[in-house]
C-alpha cells in the first residue's frame, strides 16, 4: 500500500514568487496535515484538512494557504515567497480526526534564493 | 498554551549504551503520544504511540516509552543502542482539547558512535 506521496522533491523559486506543493494522502485517509520544518525551528504545524474543510491553523501568515480536492489530495500555496520559507515541507495523512495515527510523507524541500 | 517539551537537545552515546529521552507535555485532559524517528536522509517514522492502557508502550527497534500522568512524561528508552540508532528523535503529542493537532517537541538529535 502506498504512503503519503509528495512532489515535487525539491523546489527552487525566487523571492516575491509561489510556490505550490502537492500531497496525495494514504488510501482511506480524510484528513491531512502540513507541517513546516525549517533547520533550528523544529516541526511547525501549519494547516489541517479534514473532508475538503480546513479544520486548524497554525500560527503561519495568510500567504501560506491550501486547500483538499475531493479526492482529499492537497496543495499548499505560499505567496509572496521570502528567504526564511525555505524548508521541508511535509505533509501527513489519517483517518478522520480523533485519536489515529498521523503517518508522514517524504517531504518537499523549497528553497528561496 | 498546550506544548511538548525535549530537554535534551544533542545525545551523543557509544554503543551497548542505555537510552533515556524526555518528554514532557503541557496538555490537559486526555492526550494521544508519539515518538518519532528521522534517520538521516528519510523520512519521519512513527516508533510507538500511546493512546490509553498499560502505560509502558513497546514500540518498534527495541524502543519503549513510559507515560507518567503525574509526571505530564513520555520519556524514551532504549536498553542498548546500536549505531543504526543514530538519528533525530522527536516526541509529539495530540489532544482534542488542543483542536486535536499533533505538536512536536524541538527533536532530539542522537549520535551513536560506533
Known amino acids: 500500500e502506498a504512503g503519503v506521496t509528495q512532489s515535487p522533491t525539491h523546489l527552487i523559486k525566487t523571492r516575491g514568487q509561489q510556490a505550490t506543493l502537492r500531497c496525495s494522502p494514504i488510501?482511506?485517509?480524510?484528513?491531512v496535515y502540513w507541517y513546516q520544518q525549517a533547520l533550528g525551528l523544529g516541526l511547525q504545524f501549519l494547516l489541517w484538512?479534514?473532508?475538503?474543510?480546513?479544520?486548524n491553523r497554525g500560527n503561519f501568515p495568510p500567504r501560506f494557504s491550501g486547500r483538499q480536492f475531493p479526492n482529499y489530495s492537497s496543495e499548499l500555496n505560499v505567496n509572496a515567497l521570502e528567504l526564511e520559507d525555505s524548508a521541508l515541507y511535509l505533509c501527513?495523512?489519517?483517518?478522520?480526526?480523533?485519536?489515529?495515527?498521523?503517518?508522514f510523507g517524504e517531504g518537499s524541500w523549497l528553497t528561496v534564493v | 498554551a498546550q506544548s511538548v517539551s525535549q530537554h535534551n537537545h544533542h545525545v551523543i552515546l557509544s554503543e551497548a549504551a542505555s537510552l533515556e529521552l524526555g518528554c514532557n507535555y503541557s496538555y490537559g485532559g486526555t492526550v494521544n503520544l508519539f515518538w518519532y524517528v528521522q534517520y538521516p536522509g528519510q523520512h519521519l517514522q512513527l516508533l510507538l504511540k500511546?493512546?490509553?492502557?498499560?502505560?509502558l508502550v513497546k514500540g518498534i527497534k527495541g524502543f519503549e516509552a513510559e507515560f507518567i500522568k503525574s509526571k505530564f512524561s513520555f520519556n524514551l528508552r532504549k536498553p542498548s543502542v546500536q549505531w543504526s540508532d543514530t538519528a533525530e528523535y522527536f516526541c509529539?503529542?495530540?489532544?482534542?482539547?488542543?483542536?486535536?493537532?499533533?505538536?512536536f517537541g524541538g527533536g532530539t538529535r542522537l549520535m551513536v558512535k560506533p
Open positions: 500511546y493512546f490509553s492502557g498499560d502505560p
Open positions: 484538512y479534514d473532508e475538503g474543510e480546513e479544520r
Open positions: 509529539a503529542a495530540r489532544s482534542r482539547n488542543a483542536g486535536n493537532m499533533l505538536t
Open positions: 501527513a495523512s489519517s483517518f478522520p480526526s480523533g485519536g489515529d495515527t498521523i503517518y
Open positions: 488510501s482511506g485517509h480524510t484528513s
